[in-house]
């Protein structure tokens, strides 16, 4: 049924949606519509649980051998950080003053980034100071408490009413030696004698600055170190340390310490640094214990990637894992009404109907972004149409805003992907007699027909097309031999009640997604071709063959890959850009002013990423061009053998490539931003998505060589054992590559959280 001309102004409005349907936390955030999911209900029972709980001991780990840990753990868009939120929002409705959260999104790569770039910047240096002064205050009450004459004092300390310190200088007493006590307390509660001793100059005014700097992972400041602050919060095992001292200081004071960690998988995952250092694991292990010790609560959430990594005592620390459920359609019905509601309409479910909302939970298989996603562009196509919305526009929504990459851009990827990885392999090939039996990518292993089938098909909407697609694996599979496998690529968009149809017959079913795909399938493809060559045994000499013949292969790319950075180096392009560079060095301050200008479009917050990701391709480059100069001005050699040279011109090729990159990429950003904001609005998820992407490839294809910047490094510095200049104090190349590859996301989250 049409829509009347009144419901057809209303749907002129603006969208009740949220275009990203990406949660986001704030400490403003207010009360908001949530859906009590059977998961949510889980976690909110398990921290009223444990804010009700007494304090049952301090100074060993609960008796059932868990700590206060809750781990939330789901796939994208299944509600991980919407869960968090509202758990967090549970722990401050009490009005509790003895509660304290504190909310991270975690950074790429290291714990270390975790607590200097996400957990200090939260701290409130005046709340810390008030625990340590609670400290203070315990220690001059114990000492006035027997006396008649002070027991008055006594009581007023303990209840917070009176300063110690004023109480120690009206009284006469001797300060230096409570502070002594102090210090010594403090390090015995935080189980860091450095630690304590920091704490308790931080109560004295002329320390305070130097004690919160060394907190931040700052050097420690000479009069520190004079009283036996030495070290430096620098490495994964110190950072959560830092964090464990924190929920000591809290919690051994009758406070609760809650602290939430999102996207948990970017520090503890397959791939992380942290991950790979097993000292790393053992102290985030110590980690959890510490929360069992203290009245603290951490909350982890995250793909499943981190719990992989974690070991099996670890694991038991974790006292409730929570699994984000899928949205029924009763939930989604009550989501869009809500949404519905506040735009001010009053229209019931329209343009929704009951129909419509349960084929669009059915289609998205109740993952929460996909719902609320489909859900703003399909009230987009029902405005544009001035109709009702219908299954047919849901359909047509899903395969434009789920399809992002052409087929041909996926049919590259993979090639790249296999490229890379040394496989030999076989486009569009036929198995059988049957069209059916046709691969879009044949990796074969030996001369049995024994190998690896990829099939690439677009979104799969209905079940024609789930029974199209699940056939053609049963035919391929009957066409190979009993130890082959067959994976299938979607590019767009997999509905949810179609899943089981189609995945039973493949090995592995990945949804194209630009920025993990290439990764995935990498490691699953190394995985089954790795299986596949199990099955060998008998046949090692056919076994060594193809793997010298896999390594040739690699070797062969990257050869070319080299090759062509080299010819670039010379071009009339390249050399012209490097004029230009020059100039602009010679002309800085000029140069910083027009940089400036052309950000004008930009949000600070955005602008400012960029820059520093500049800053850090321009020290390095800077150090690189240094180096090639000494060769011609009779200068030591700063890398010794002439073979090096290459490694060094290629290197600084790559650097100039990922300079011009990062440049297209901010100019364009800031193209696409200088807009009304109702045409910034559509941009930022469709226009804004794909430019990401074509950075992210970019990037992936310099990265390789950007990481010859490590071997370049350690020549310098062991041909200069005692010299401190050059590359020898920049950062390693690895965290340079892991910040340019984090700053499309970055961009893309930033741009988001600013204008929406």
Not at 23 to 36: C, L, M, N, Q, V
Not at 330 to 337: K, L, M, N, T, V
Request: glycine letters at 8%; charged letters at 25%.
């Amino acid at each position: 049924m049409s829509a009347g001309p009144h419901h057809l102004q209303d749907l002129r409005g603006s969208n009740p949606f949220p275009v990203s349907a990406v949660a986001r936390h704030s400490a403003s955030d207010g009360p908001d519509f949530s859906i009590e999911t059977p998961a949510l209900r889980q976690a909110v029972d398990y921290v009223r649980g444990f804010l009700r709980s007494p304090e049952t001991g301090t100074d060993q780990p609960d008796a059932s051998g868990t700590g206060h840990v809750i781990a939330v753990v789901g796939e994208y868009g299944t509600g991980k950080t919407h869960l968090t939120v509202e758990v967090l929002r549970q722990v401050l409705s009490g009005g509790d003053e003895t509660v304290h959260t504190l909310y991270v999104d975690a950074p790429a790569d290291t714990f270390l980034a975790l607590y200097k770039e996400r957990f200090f910047r939260k701290l409130d240096k005046a709340d810390v100071r008030r625990r340590v002064t609670e400290y203070y205050a315990d220690i001059v009450a114990d000492e006035l408490t027997d006396s008649p004459l002070t027991s008055d004092a006594a009581r007023l300390l303990r209840e917070r009413q009176l300063s110690p310190q004023d109480v120690v200088r009206r009284l006469g007493l001797r300060e230096s030696t409570f502070l002594q006590e102090l210090q010594a307390r403090l390090g015995h509660i935080t189980e860091h004698a450095d630690f304590g001793t920091a704490l308790a100059l931080f109560l004295r005014p002329e320390f305070e600055a130097a004690v919160w700097e060394w907190l931040a992972g700052h050097p420690a400041d000479p009069a520190l170190k004079e009283r036996g602050v030495e070290r430096t919060i620098d490495n994964d095992i110190s950072a959560l340390e830092a964090i464990g001292v924190f929920a000591f200081l809290y919690g051994r004071q009758g406070h609760r310490f809650v602290l939430a960690v999102d996207e948990f998988e970017k520090v503890l995952s397959r791939g992380t640094r942290s991950a790979r250092h097993e000292g790393s694991v053992l102290a985030f292990k110590k980690l959890l214990e510490v929360f069992a010790q203290t009245r603290s609560l951490l909350i982890l959430s995250g793909l499943p990637d981190f719990m992989e990594i974690l070991p099996p005592d670890a694991q038991q620390r974790i006292s409730c894992l929570v699994r984000p459920t899928a949205l029924s359609f009763e939930d989604a019905r009550q989501y869009i009404r809500y949404s519905l509601g506040r735009s001010g309409t009053d229209a019931g479910l329209r343009p929704f109907s009951d129909e419509v909302i349960a084929y669009l939970v059915e289609l998205a298989g109740g993952n929460a972004r996909k719902v609320i996603r489909l859900c703003y562009h399909a009230y987009q196509a029902g405005a544009a149409a001035g109709t009702d919305i219908t299954r047919a526009m849901i359909r047509e929504v899903a395969r434009d805003q789920f399809e992002v990459s052409s087929p041909q851009d996926v049919r590259a990827e993979i090639v790249r992907v296999l490229d890379s990885g040394g496989w030999a392999f076989e486009p569009d090939h036929r198995l059988g007699e049957d069209d059916g039996t046709q691969v879009t990518f044949w990796l074969p292993v030996g001369d049995n027909g024994t190998g690896l089938g990829v099939v690439v098909t677009q979104s799969i909407l209905n079940e024609e097309e789930a029974l199209r697609v699940a056939q053609q694996g049963e035919q391929v599979l009957a066409a190979t031999t009993a130890s082959s496998f067959v994976v299938l690529v979607v590019n767009g968009y997999l509905a949810g009640q179609l899943a089981d149809t189609v995945t039973s017959e493949f090995a592995r079913v990945f949804t194209y997604s630009p920025r993990r795909f290439p990764e995935d399938f990498a490691a699953a493809v190394k995985g089954f071709m790795q299986r596949l060559e199990a099955t060998f045994n008998d046949d090692r000499i056919s076994l060594i063959e193809n793997r010298m013949a896999q390594l040739m292969r690699q070797t062969s790319s990257v050869r070319g890959s080299l090759d062509e950075m080299g010819s670039r180096l010379t071009s009339p392009a390249m050399l012209e850009r490097a004029v230009a560079r020059g100039v602009q060095r010679a002309f800085g301050a000029a140069a910083g002013t027009m940089n400036a200008q052309a950000d004008i479009s930009l949000p600070p917050t955005v602008a400012l990423r960029f820059r520093q990701s500049a800053l850090e391709l321009q020290t390095w480059r800077e150090a690189l061009e240094t180096s090639v100069d000494a060769l011609f001005d009779g200068s030591d050699d700063p890398y010794g053998p002439p073979s090096v040279h290459t490694s060094l011109t290629r290197a600084l090729g790559a650097l100039y490539l990922q300079e011009r990159t990062l440049s297209g990429f901010r100019d364009a950003v800031n193209r696409l931003l200088d807009r009304t904001p109702e045409e910034r609005h559509r941009a930022a998820s469709d226009s804004l998505g794909q430019l990401c992407s074509t950075y992210d490839r970019l990037t992936d294809g310099n990265a390789d060589m950007l990481e010859q910047l490590g071997p370049l490094n350690e020549l310098w510095q062991g041909a200069h054992p005692t010299s401190r200049g050059s590359l020898a104090d920049r950062n390693t190349p690895h965290l340079l590559v892991l910040s340019l590859r984090s700053l499309a996301r970055d961009v893309y989250d930033l741009c988001q959280s600013y204008y929406y």
